[in-house]
């Protein structure tokens, strides 16, 4: 079916990506952070690809160089949500009364505000670095995975098998973490490969107004919005390429993730 | 749960929110780094003068106090003065609200428009080319840094076709505003019959909102296309096929209006999309709302606009989801369980 | 709907191919019919402030500087080669508010004839009053005034502010001040309307600070009749102003906070002027020369960007670090990467259009294996962390940033690039924590003191950046400041660049040229010594 040769195709393009990044320093023609004099501004073309920018660097190695700062950050944003967000949920569905109502406040507070705003607001205030952006990210995950492992675990506890590890003599510990947690996964798994997308979206956005990952460091949001004052004068690849590179991988990120909603829970299909 | 007590809960759960929205707003300027008395003292200051400000500005007072203060202040809707305008933030906002409304309102308008269509087809005819198509579209769509899509918008669509206006605000330079009803020009300008005003204000309104819609479609054509699936697979419209009615009457009848309330939900979702694809938009589009007021301010280190704007936003979006739950609860007695 | 979202998929299908297509299918379109009377240009600046002797933004700069006089103005004369344009030449003065003005006391009293017949727009007259309520309040209010008044003009007393007559003001200073006449010319000293002023006042705000903020109280050839902050400025000419109409009638500042999009709105001619700080970058400057319909106006400027080295941090307070790091500035690859052309290399701290530059002292040149030996000489323990500060905002210390990342690691440092806020740049810059950053200066003054006393003055702790203490050189600046003759004047302050050259205070970088790119059809700018426009003198050609 189409669908599954479009979702084989986006998994390969995820594999593809992550490959070129691991393998950066191998497969990048040039160095990534070295200006040349020489080459600044070629476009595209046999000795440059995706040509150089204003400093000569070469596009296509800082594309490539860029990846692992882009799934870098995304991965390190989304697992941190992720365990942050699965005890939380866990806990808190779990155990219920006091314990469920502080975590749910903590977490409609989170959710209070629109996800991009937080996360500006705390990069501003703590400063732009690397580990705060990743940080920041993280914080505006946390609600949906605590929400989703809660509603999951109120729904999983209820069920017979955990009556029956529950009469066995579990440990409470026991019963949340090996018991009910692994019920819960298919749809977290489902985020999160939605949100690598969504924090690599983040990053650029935070890029564009000047938050985002420290520079020469590459990264695609940043090149992207530096490349922005360049389309006019006819320098059309230092904005294309890069912006190109995030839509392929969040696209790919999407794809994927919707295919194991279908998968995995064939429920969830179709909620946002 | 009874549909009063279900109301009661859920709007007494919005007060702690709303609390700990102002703590983490107040915590975030505080934390900003850079002294705000200092931008406010000018390059050249004293540091008497510096220091003078930072009494006046209480900022010499104990953490809590200056919480306090705040709190105070914006409950009586005070929110400070902004150092880049010199002027009360309110006063700035009250001028800004409208123009970042009327973009989210037209973004919203032609995400639904263009959306609920694409995700009925979608679903009636699933598998299909336009399943395929909208799939990428709305895919596509999220897949874009919002920023990158204005700007290439305005490249392609102003600078080389030239069917979009200069990316220069609400209304093209010469065309005076309408007299002020809404705020919204558009609307402004229909209700006052003034056509000028009218074309120029939608004309303005094209790029940005497109740029918008298109970032937040794929929500909703996901939403309604899953929606959708599941009526038409269920009993009753099953029975309906048995009972052969016209499908014309059973897709665009029933099932489409029991899709719908679903729907509603989404509104929360998309509102959240496009108060943060407003700042971006706002920026390359030099739409002069509320978005772009908290950019500026936030490079400025101009504190009290950056807390208004978090704080508007936050306090906005929690009543948003409130009303939508509440409307949810009315419509859907289930969700009252929850 | 269908229709539009049809021929959005078209074009967007077409997006790649008219990218590739590059400058080659850009054909500029003649915008609607533009107002003759009316100047609309972009620019980056709200205004923070109206109050003339206070800080402001440049947005409240230039709106002050064209809605109130003076009372004397820096004269400007043809720029040789550009006709058309006009620039400031150092000395040379116009009366303004003041019809003229004299010396008394062997210089050290100034005395102004008020000029008559001017009206504020109260209708109450300009008189020597309004003159001395003005400096009173410059003198007495916070703000950048209060500050240089005692400093450059020796006046601490508002007693040395002298109504004559109703049409006769003077300035008694200690002493003859070179810089007085400069002094006098800022755009800070706008003559208010004292009454109007007054009627404003409180016992908490004796100087209604408040209400100058957001109110003009002043007359000049423009008045301000619309300002709607985040979206426009704009001005219309004063009626009855005390010179004839200016050409345009209507001046509309547009707030375009995106640099690509002031671009294209120059290309399609829907603006006729950028204007601003810098407004555009180089690069794009240069992308717009020979752009048919365009213009560009570039002249010298004053305005210093060095490489800052906090001299109280390691290893910056080795002397031999510093000297090897300017021999490591590859400022050949910055002029035409970063400048392209719209700059100079800096010899000397002191610009090159200020009176007494040194510019052929300094031995400093890309140099790395001179750089390295320093380094060796030095001793210091490689590699050295550092941080480089950089502003948010200001593409062209981005850039040298980077070039000068690369080579500063090849002679035994780690950079890392750091950008900051411009309000956090400038706090953690006072509290002396930037070990290295790319600072920048202009001296309204054009003067070679005004300058070194701001920039090298031990004393001076919130512009001395990198925090260079040298008693000598804080000596020569006090004895020189308001020194008469001019040649030892010179003298010294060449004595100074010396010194400073040789102890490498500053990573010498460039100065900027002042560029405006304009349509075709405008001429009539004039480039003053605080670079901010009057609009008065603007016109079609």
């Known amino acids: 079916m189409r669908r599954n040769t479009l979702s084989l195709l986006a998994l390969g393009a995820i594999l593809t990506i992550i490959g070129l990044a691991l393998a950066a320093p191998l497969v990048a023609p040039y160095d990534p952070d070295a200006p040349q004099a020489e080459e600044t501004l070629q476009a595209p073309g046999w000795r440059h690809w995706l040509g150089t920018d204003i400093y000569g660097r070469d596009q296509l190695s800082r594309i490539v160089w ?207 | 749960m009874g549909l009063g007590r279900y109301v009661a809960t859920r709007v007494l759960l919005v007060l702690p929110t709303l609390f700990g929205v102002t703590l983490i707003t107040f915590a975030l300027t505080y934390l900003l780094p850079g002294n705000p ?206 009972a052969g009615l016209p499908r014309r009457t059973i897709v665009y009848g029933d099932a489409l209006r029991n899709c719908l309330i679903p729907v509603i939900t989404l509104v929360g979702v998309v509102f959240g999309f496009l108060m943060a694809g407003n700042v971006v938009v706002e920026i390359v589009f030099a739409w002069p709302g509320i978005g772009n007021y908290a950019v500026t301010s936030l490079l400025t280190k101009d504190a009290a606009p950056i807390q208004g704007f978090v704080l508007f936003v936050a306090v906005v979006y929690v009543l948003i989801n409130l009303t939508v739950d509440l409307v949810y609860g009315v419509v859907d007695p289930r969700i009252r369980l929850r | 709907m269908n229709l539009d979202r049809r021929s959005f998929l078209k074009v967007t299908g077409g997006a790649a191919a008219l990218l590739a297509a590059g400058p080659a299918v850009v054909r500029p379109r003649p915008s609607e019919a533009q107002d003759p009377n009316t100047l609309v240009a972009a620019w980056d600046s709200d205004i923070d402030t ?45 009366g303004m508010l003041a019809e003229s003005w004299k010396e008394e006391d062997d210089g050290a009293t100034l ?34 005034m209060k500050l240089i008044i005692p400093r450059l003009i020796q006046v601490t007393d508002p007693a040395q502010f002298e109504v004559r007559d109703d049409s006769t003001f003077a300035i008694k200073m200690k002493a003859y001040g070179p810089m007085a006449l400069d002094t006098v010319a800022l755009s800070n000293n706008a003559i208010l309307d004292a009454d109007e002023v007054k009627a404003h006042a409180s016992t908490d705000d004796p100087w209604a600070a408040e209400w100058l903020k957001r109110n003009p109280a002043g007359v000049g050839p423009y008045r301000l009749v619309k300002n709607e902050p985040g979206v426009e400025i704009v001005l219309e000419a004063t009626p009855n102003y005390w010179r004839p109409k200016p050409p345009f009638e209507r001046i509309v500042l547009k707030l375009v906070p995106n640099e690509a999009d002031r671009v294209l709105l120059l290309k399609r001619k829907a603006i006729q002027l950028v204007s601003g700080r810098p407004g555009l970058s180089p690069k794009n400057v240069k992308s717009l020369e020979g752009e048919p319909g365009l213009k560009i106006l570039q002249v010298p400027d004053t305005t210093c960007h060095y490489l800052g080295m906090n001299q109280k941090k390691a290893p910056f307070d080795n002397l031999s670090v510093r000297r090897a790091v300017n021999y490591a500035i590859p400022i050949q690859a910055i002029l035409p990467n970063v400048l392209y052309g719209y700059g100079a290399q800096m010899k000397s701290p002191v610009p090159s259009l200020t009176p007494s530059h040194l510019g052929d002292y300094s031995p400093y040149r890309h140099d790395i294996a001179r750089a390295k030996a320093l380094m060796t000489e030095a001793a210091v323990k490689t590699p050295i962390p550092v941080d480089l500060a950089i502003r948010v905002g200001w593409p062209t210390h981005e850039q040298a940033a980077v070039w000068i990342q690369r080579e500063l690691e090849q002679i035994g440092f780690k950079v ?126």
Not at chain 3, 58 to 80: F, H, L, Q, S
Request: hydrophobic share 50%; proline share 6%; with cysteine.
């Open chain 1, 66 to 272: 860029a990846a692992r700062v882009d799934l870098l950050v995304a991965l390190a944003a989304t697992a941190m949500a992720l365990t942050t967000g699965c005890v939380l949920g866990a806990l808190a569905g779990y155990r219920g009364g006091l314990v469920d109502q502080v975590v749910m406040r903590l977490v409609d507070t989170i959710m209070a505000f629109p996800a991009f705003i937080l996360a500006m607001g705390i990069t501003a205030a703590a400063g732009n670095a690397t580990a705060n952006v990743v940080v920041a990210i993280a914080i505006t995950h946390v609600p949906i995975y605590t929400r989703l492992i809660r509603s999951e675990m109120l729904r999983v506890r209820e069920m017979e098998y955990a009556e029956a590890a529950r009469t066995v003599g579990n440990r409470q510990r026991r019963i949340i973490f090996f018991h009910l947690l692994p019920n819960c996964f298919p749809p977290v798994i489902v985020q999160a490969t939605l949100a690598m997308g969504f924090a690599i979206l983040t990053v650029a956005a935070l890029s564009f107004i000047g938050l985002g990952i420290q520079p020469p460091q590459s990264e695609w949001g940043a090149m992207a919005a530096e490349g922005a004052s360049y389309i006019v004068s006819g320098e059309w690849w230092i904005f294309l390429f890069p912006g190109l590179a995030i839509m392929v991988t969040v696209l790919a990120f999407n794809l994927v993730g919707d295919s194991l909603r279908d998968l995995l829970d064939p429920r969830m299909r179709g909620v946002a």
């Open chain 3, 50 to 94: 109206l109050d003339p002797s206070a800080f402001k933004s440049n947005g409240g700069y230039v709106t002050i500087a064209n809605i109130c006089d003076g009372p004397i103005g820096w004269k400007v004369r043809p720029i040789e080669g550009r006709p058309g344009f006009f620039r400031s030449r150092p000395g040379e003065f116009d």
């Open chain 3, 416 to 541: 890392n690039i750091v950008k900051e806020s411009d309000a956090t740049f400038r706090q953690v810059a006072i509290k002396g924590d930037h070990a290295l950053s790319i600072e920048s200066w202009q001296s309204w003054i054009n003067d070679p003191f005004y300058h070194l006393s701001f920039l090298f003055d031990s004393r001076q702790k919130f512009t001395n950046l990198s925090f260079y203490v040298n008693e000598k050189v804080d000596k020569l600046i006090d004895d020189n400041m308001h020194e008469p003759n001019v040649a030892k004047r010179n003298a010294a302050s060449q004595e100074i660049q010396k010194i400073v050259i040789d102890d490498a205070v500053w990573g010498l970088l460039w100065y900027d040229n002042w560029v405006r790119v304009m349509t075709a059809d405008l001429s009539g700018l004039e480039k003053r010594w605080d670079t901010f426009e009057r609009y008065y003198s603007v016109r079609r050609a």
């Open chain 3, 111 to 144: 005395v102004f004839r008020v000029r008559r017949g001017v009206k504020f727009p109260s209708g109450r007259p300009v008189t020597a009053h309004s003159f001395k309520y003005s400096f009173d309040r410059g003198l007495q209010s916070p703000g950048y």
């Open chain 2, 37 to 242: 008395a200092l931008v406010k003292a000018g390059p050249l200051a004293t540091p008497e003068h510096i220091r003078e400000m930072e009494r006046q500005m209480g900022l010499d007072r104990p953490v809590p106090v200056q919480y306090w203060r705040y709190l105070s202040g914006v409950l009586r809707g005070d929110f400070g003065e902004s150092a880049t305008t010199g002027r009360p933030v309110l006063q700035d906002f009250l001028q800004r609200v409208p123009a970042t409304l009327e973009l989210t309102l037209a973004s919203m308008l032609i995400a639904i428009a263009v959306g609920i269509p694409l995700g009925v087809v979608a679903a009636v005819r699933r598998d299909g080319p336009v399943d395929h198509a909208s799939r990428l579209l709305g895919v596509g769509g999220v897949a874009m840094p919002t920023f990158w899509t204005g700007l290439l918008a305005v490249y392609l669509f102003f600078y080389h076709l030239g069917v979009a206006p200069p990316p220069l605000g609400r209304l093209s330079p010469g065309v005076m505003a309408p007299t002020a009803l809404t705020g919204l020009y558009a609307v402004d300008a229909l209700l006052t019959g003034n056509a000028r005003a009218l074309g120029s204000a939608l004309h303005q309104l094209m790029l940005p909102s497109l740029t918008l819609g298109f970032s937040v479609m794929a929500p909703v054509t996901r939403m309604v296309r899953a929606t959708m699936l599941e009526i038409l697979e269920s009993d009753y419209i099953k029975a309906a096929w048995a």
